[in-house]
């Protein structure tokens, strides 16, 4: 069996293992893959693993020999999903690996905006501390997360993790999640620290609003001109889920009135993105190369359950599918 990785470097820049998947067939690995070689590489394969290399309907129909199309993510869009149906290619992807990673990386970013640890080390390095006349100094208002109100708009296991770790700091949680009765009911969810809302309730009352929904037609550009309007003066935006959740035109005009105070954002509409964002040139943002996921430890949950994915596939028990 031939099995292609086509971009398999941000999984593993080589601080992992890629054995499990030798085991299993004829393994050929590139780091990434640039769209007019997917073709080319892909050939006779059988399995393709992809992570955000994108599989079109156009490239899996000339694909004769393909069964299987193993996500490296949690996130699929990247695979025309109802193209491999019709082909009759299943489709899997690698959910829940993040969670601590993400939501941990939520909280990092909120504490930056807090406290601009990494600006302040800069100043003391360069030479502030020394030359200051007091015993400290700050370039910044500090904000404290205490009774603050964080407004989470999904409320997957990201989202939950998110509210557990917000509520320790003493916030008050509130939520909006498209099936708010289905997660109430769920004893596997903790809803105990939260409070459902409507989306426009959450826009009125949200201190602080981190995203946490998938990208589809319906919630892409929610974060948009009208929505911001409903917002806070002043609010804090935090994404760390899909870049086209957010007008980056709308929200760029935000942080220049000061509507929006800060954004703190992990993920940008393209990725990487043109030298002429917005967004990145502002002094109101801290933008991360979409690295919340990336630990080592959730890098090996997610190498060890795409190994799952393809070996249940391979003996008749697949998991995961999306398809």
Not at 195 to 200: A, G, H, S, Y
Not at 222 to 241: D, R
């Amino acid at each position: 069996m031939k099995i292609v990785v086509l971009d398999g470097y941000a999984l593993n820049p080589g601080d992992l293992s890629w054995e499990g998947i030798k085991e299993m067939g004829e393994v050929e690995i590139y780091e990434r893959t640039r769209r007019a070689k997917i073709l080319e590489r892909a050939e006779e394969a059988e399995v393709l693993l992809t992570n955000k290399t994108p599989l079109r309907r156009e490239t899996i129909e000339a694909l004769p020999e393909l069964k299987y199309i193993g996500v490296l993510a949690t996130g699929y869009n990247v695979v025309d999903v109802e193209a491999a149906a019709e082909n009759e290619v299943v489709v899997t992807n690698v959910p829940t690996y993040g969670t601590n990673a993400v939501a941990q990386f939520v909280m990092a970013l909120l504490l930056e905006v807090c406290h601009h640890v990494g600006e302040h080390n800069r100043a003391v390095k360069s030479g502030a501390w020394t030359e200051s006349d007091d015993f400290c100094f700050w370039n910044y208002p500090l904000i404290e997360l205490q009774d603050k109100t964080l407004g989470i708009i999904g409320f997957g296991s990201i989202g939950q993790r998110t509210a557990e770790l917000a509520s320790a700091f003493g916030m008050e949680v509130i939520v909006y999640d498209r099936s708010p009765d289905k997660k109430k009911s769920d004893p596997e969810v903790n809803t105990g620290a939260v409070k459902f809302v409507d989306l426009m309730d959450l826009y009125r009352r949200a201190d602080l609003i981190s995203l946490h929904c998938p990208q589809t037609a319906e919630t892409a550009g929610m974060i948009n001109k009208q929505s911001i309007a409903q917002m806070k003066e002043g609010v804090i935006i935090v994404n760390t889920a899909r870049g086209g959740l957010i007008v980056e035109a709308d929200l760029a005009a935000a942080l220049e009135t000061g509507k929006v105070k800060t954004a703190a954002l992990d993920v940008l509409s393209t990725e990487p993105p043109a030298a002429s964002n917005p967004l990145l040139n502002s002094d109101k943002t801290i933008v991360t190369p979409h690295i919340a996921w990336a630990s080592r430890e959730s890098r090996q949950r997610l190498m060890d359950t795409v190994k799952q994915n393809l070996h249940g596939f391979l003996k008749g028990n697949v998991i995961n599918q999306v398809n």
